[in-house]
């Protein structure tokens, strides 16, 4: 799955493990100035596509499970 923040200026890819697999930061946001900014966007991006992932994931369980409740699964 794929999350952006910051009006697509951090985009992250998560996979269903729960693992990113891929940032892209613009290149103007590289800057001297903008750097706290980034790695807060960064920060928010890797959350973001977490939850999206764990999303993800929870509507497979669901799916599979047929809406069933079963101990020891997520």
Known sequence: VEASVG????????????EVVKVTIAPELLTSESLEMAQDLVV????????????????????VTKGIKMPGVL
């Open 7 to 18: 009006n697509d200026q951090v985009k992250v890819v998560a996979n269903g493990g729960l």
């Open 44 to 63: 928010a991006g890797v959350n973001a596509a977490l939850k999206k992932a764990q999303e993800m994931v929870d509507a497979e369980v669901e799916k």
